[in-house]
């Protein structure tokens, strides 16, 4: 059974925090551990921070806080490369890392009360929130959403699964500031019980396996991701798929007002209040009330029919917050993209060949290294593979003969897809043990084949995570860019 935990938050006022024991479990390196400890700094907690990862591993966010925090820093108890059970046992109140269960663990069932930086957040402002989750799309549709707010001139912020910790901006947030959340499944599974999230707009983006060595099934994984319309009333507004099973269930359940985006013409559009849909053309309407629809999208940077999506589901969230039809065209034609995801962010030349290269680390579904691929008109070439997360890479296998041509780094899900490949006939350029082993034969590759035109699109899109060879997805995109800058150059 999922742990529910008790409603609201073990803190009224940030004031209560001050002279607080509270310990921290997971420092980590991608900033929601070190967002906590200089929040609850400043609020005058007394402080045990512990984390498995020794203090080597975590010298870079060790420095940071050393640095920012000056002498007091020696007021915080660190307890590196091990979890000592008395630190939970004495604490007022433990901060919970949303990538460690609950169930089973001994440490978090010592503890008297657990927040999250984002319970915390939660309860101690004021801000309207702008929520997001689902499996594909989330970050960069929460991305375009608060792209699309800044440029229209709201004071509007974004955090969340997207690694920024909602706390560095809490003190900036008001009745007037948007804040826009990413929320994954387990982040939405530490706010069960507590009341705490109504969002004045949801939307769930398209619902696919994911996260099933953890979850071990769809029913348990989409029970958390429900978690995100369960306190919303009936003032608030909920957008789902219409095109999906999943969407259609989320709209029977959520007490908010539903709203709809699909990839193609409504039948009975006149029944929606509010909706946006795509033509055969992949040209973007809004549709604002039984009698009238506009369009809205039809031109965009960014490449890939799933991309335009996620922009036009932002504009959507726009309307609703009362920005003019012509205002979010123009805005939102000129989205940019983000990092990691489907990101052109280097241009070269190998002989005769002009090459884009896209980083789509942060496509570690199958399902993502598909989409990927149909972004593009002509074949890409696909660099792609890692570790499997108990997933099926049928999805991958069934559109890899779209790509000119694959390289694949070694892992489980790597082996795991090689038998589907072998099934469909599609030939793999090799399997490689690191970037600068499968990059280096690339280049040379681009130097001496025939099979390459004057110009090639070349993405990242593993499919996979790849957490043995990276630290997250987000280092394996950095470090992608970085080793293709040096040998490309």
């Given at each position: 059974?999922?742990?529910?935990?008790?409603?609201?938050?073990?803190?009224?006022?940030?004031?209560?925090?001050?002279?607080?024991?509270?310990?921290?479990?997971?420092?980590?390196?991608?900033?929601?551990?070190?967002?906590?400890?200089?929040?609850?700094?400043?609020?005058?907690?007394?402080?045990?921070?512990?984390?498995?990862?020794?203090?080597?591993?975590?010298?870079?966010?060790?420095?940071?806080?050393?640095?920012?925090?000056?002498?007091?820093?020696?007021?915080?108890?660190?307890?590196?490369?091990?979890?000592?059970?008395?630190?939970?046992?004495?604490?007022?109140?433990?901060?919970?890392?949303?990538?460690?269960?609950?169930?089973?663990?001994?440490?978090?069932?010592?503890?008297?009360?657990?927040?999250?930086?984002?319970?915390?957040?939660?309860?101690?402002?004021?801000?309207?929130?702008?929520?997001?989750?689902?499996?594909?799309?989330?970050?960069?549709?929460?991305?375009?959403?608060?792209?699309?707010?800044?440029?229209?001139?709201?004071?509007?912020?974004?955090?969340?699964?997207?690694?920024?910790?909602?706390?560095?901006?809490?003190?900036?947030?008001?009745?007037?500031?948007?804040?826009?959340?990413?929320?994954?499944?387990?982040?939405?599974?530490?706010?069960?019980?507590?009341?705490?999230?109504?969002?004045?707009?949801?939307?769930?983006?398209?619902?696919?396996?994911?996260?099933?060595?953890?979850?071990?099934?769809?029913?348990?994984?989409?029970?958390?991701?429900?978690?995100?319309?369960?306190?919303?009333?009936?003032?608030?507004?909920?957008?789902?798929?219409?095109?999906?099973?999943?969407?259609?269930?989320?709209?029977?359940?959520?007490?908010?007002?539903?709203?709809?985006?699909?990839?193609?013409?409504?039948?009975?559009?006149?029944?929606?209040?509010?909706?946006?849909?795509?033509?055969?053309?992949?040209?973007?309407?809004?549709?604002?009330?039984?009698?009238?629809?506009?369009?809205?999208?039809?031109?965009?940077?960014?490449?890939?029919?799933?991309?335009?999506?996620?922009?036009?589901?932002?504009?959507?969230?726009?309307?609703?917050?009362?920005?003019?039809?012509?205002?979010?065209?123009?805005?939102?034609?000129?989205?940019?993209?983000?990092?990691?995801?489907?990101?052109?962010?280097?241009?070269?030349?190998?002989?005769?060949?002009?090459?884009?290269?896209?980083?789509?680390?942060?496509?570690?579904?199958?399902?993502?290294?598909?989409?990927?691929?149909?972004?593009?008109?002509?074949?890409?070439?696909?660099?792609?593979?890692?570790?499997?997360?108990?997933?099926?890479?049928?999805?991958?296998?069934?559109?890899?003969?779209?790509?000119?041509?694959?390289?694949?780094?070694?892992?489980?899900?790597?082996?795991?897809?090689?038998?589907?490949?072998?099934?469909k006939n599609i030939h793999i350029q090799g399997i490689f043990d690191s970037l600068?082993?499968?990059?280096?034969?690339?280049?040379?590759?681009?130097?001496?084949?025939?099979?390459?035109?004057?110009?090639?699109?070349?993405?990242?899109?593993?499919?996979?995570?790849?957490?043995?060879?990276?630290?997250?997805?987000?280092?394996?995109?950095?470090?992608?860019?970085?080793?293709?800058?040096?040998?490309?150059?």
């Amino acid at each position: 059974m999922p742990h529910i935990y008790p409603q609201g938050s073990v803190f009224n006022t940030i004031q209560d925090i001050k002279n607080k024991k509270i310990t921290i479990m997971g420092l980590g390196l991608n900033g929601g551990g070190e967002a906590c400890v200089r929040f609850l700094h400043k609020a005058g907690a007394i402080l045990t921070v512990t984390d498995m990862k020794s203090e080597k591993d975590l010298e870079p966010t060790l420095i940071s806080l050393k640095k920012d925090l000056g002498e007091s820093f020696s007021n915080i108890n660190f307890v590196l490369g091990k979890h000592e059970i008395s630190d939970f046992e004495n604490a007022d109140c433990v901060i919970k890392n949303p990538g460690v269960k609950f169930q089973g663990n001994k440490f978090l069932e010592a503890a008297k009360a657990i927040e999250t930086d984002l319970s915390l957040f939660l309860q101690f402002t004021k801000a309207p929130i702008i929520a997001v989750t689902g499996s594909k799309g989330k970050s960069s549709t929460v991305s375009a959403i608060y792209y699309g707010l800044k440029e229209a001139g709201f004071n509007a912020f974004l955090g969340g699964n997207i690694t920024v910790s909602p706390l560095t901006f809490l003190e900036k947030t008001s009745e007037q500031t948007p804040v826009v959340l990413e929320l994954s499944s387990w982040q939405l599974a530490d706010l069960r019980g507590r009341g705490l999230l109504k969002p004045n707009i949801t939307l769930i983006t398209k619902i696919v396996p994911d996260h099933q060595n953890w979850y071990g099934n769809m029913e348990s994984y989409v029970a958390d991701k429900k978690l995100i319309y369960a306190d919303q009333d009936h003032n608030q507004y909920t957008i789902c798929n219409y095109d999906e099973d999943w969407g259609k269930i989320f709209a029977s359940e959520t007490k908010g007002k539903v709203l709809w985006y699909s990839t193609a013409p409504y039948q009975n559009k006149e029944n929606f209040s509010k909706a946006v849909y795509f033509d055969e053309n992949h040209v973007g309407y809004l549709v604002k009330s039984p009698t009238e629809t506009v369009k809205i999208l039809e031109n965009t940077i960014v490449p890939g029919f799933h991309m335009k999506q996620n922009i036009l589901n932002a504009c959507l969230v726009l309307h609703l917050m009362n920005v003019e039809d012509a205002k979010i065209t123009s805005i939102m034609e000129k989205y940019p993209g983000i990092e990691h995801r489907l990101e052109n962010f280097f241009q070269t030349q190998v002989g005769s060949t002009k090459i884009n290269f896209y980083n789509d680390s942060a496509a570690t579904v199958p399902d993502a290294t598909a989409a990927a691929i149909n972004a593009f008109e002509n074949p890409p070439v696909l660099i792609a593979g890692g570790t499997d997360k108990n997933l099926d890479f049928t999805p991958f296998a069934e559109n890899a003969h779209k790509a000119k041509a694959i390289y694949l780094l070694s892992g489980t899900g790597t082996d795991k897809l090689l038998p589907l490949l072998k099934e469909k006939n599609i030939h793999i350029q090799g399997i490689f043990d690191s970037l600068d082993e499968l990059l280096l034969e690339l280049k040379q590759d681009l130097e001496k084949s025939a099979n390459f035109t004057e110009k090639e699109n070349i993405i990242f899109s593993p499919g996979a995570t790849s957490f043995g060879m990276f630290k997250n997805e987000f280092d394996r995109g950095n470090q992608f860019k970085s080793k293709v800058k040096l040998i490309f150059s």
